[in-house]
């Protein structure tokens, strides 16, 4: 049985970064779904202040990143090896529930580099072992805001203007509140569930080393 908490709400924790307030905007609106779903709960928090506590007993991870030269932010990469990396190591996310979205300048239409951004977080969630729930092309908003991986968000119009980050029209608010409930309903269906096979790796003696490691480096 995993561990998510003493109560019965599951709950959704959001990861994303933000320079200028769009991504977290949709981070919002994706919450917004997520809480929609009866017994969830979503809680958001920035990349650079996010920690293993907070994944706890969570029932899903979502990781939200502005693309930057075409990939995720790197604070989105430093919440990666800082505070994934040692969840992955300690199988703690293992059978919750990961998804992403991104936003984007619009440099070429939907703007270069929001797969690459989507699917490097996505790898990292799949290493960690979360079950993974995408963009499904039947979703509300998919024919502007469709990435198979997770719905991707332009922030300009045509003129190249950053819009308003809270000005998020209504086919993009209908694909968040979309993701966002579509998370915690998967999310909730496979809480509590043991998905994944019995430790093999790390090994007691493994887990000992890295710890004393971790001690030395006053980690
Ligand atoms: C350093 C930097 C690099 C960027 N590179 C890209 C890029 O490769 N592709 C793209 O579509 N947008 C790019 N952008 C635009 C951002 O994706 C856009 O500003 C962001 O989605 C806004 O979200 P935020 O307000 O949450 O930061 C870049 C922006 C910055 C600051």
Redesign the pocket.
């Known amino acids: 049985m995993i561990d998510q908490g003493p109560d019965s709400t599951v709950r959704v924790v959001i990861v ?11 981070a919002e609106l994706i919450a917004e779904g997520a809480r929609s779903v009866p017994g969830a709960a979503a809680e958001l928090h920035r990349a650079n202040e996010a920690t293993r506590e907070h994944l706890r007993g969570c029932g899903a991870l979502v990781m939200g ?7 995720m ?1 790197w604070p989105m990469k430093r919440f990666v090896d800082l505070v994934c990396e040692p969840a992955w190591f300690y199988d703690e996310l293992v059978g919750r529930v990961g998804a992403v979205f ?7 239409d ?5 797969e690459l ?1 989507q699917l490097s977080m996505l790898g990292n969630l799949a290493a960690c072992g979360l079950t993974l729930v995408t963009f499904p092309k039947n979703s509300p908003g998919f024919g502007r805001h469709g990435m198979h991986w997770g719905p991707h ?4 119009g045509e003129d190249m203007v ?1 819009r308003p ?1 809270e000005d998020v029209a209504a086919e993009g608010r209908d694909a968040a509140l979309a993701h966002g409930q579509n998370i915690a309903r998967a999310a909730a269906r496979l809480r509590g569930m043991q998905l994944a096979s019995a430790p093999g790796w790390p090994t007691l003696e493994v887990i000992a080393q890295r710890r004393a490691r971790e001690t030395a480096a006053g980690h």
């Open positions: 994303h970064d933000s320079w200028d307030g769009h991504t977290a905007a949709i990143s502005p693309v930057h030269q075409r990939t932010s991104t936003t984007g300048g619009g440099h070429g939907a703007g270069g580099g929001c951004a968000f332009r922030i300009t950053p980050p």
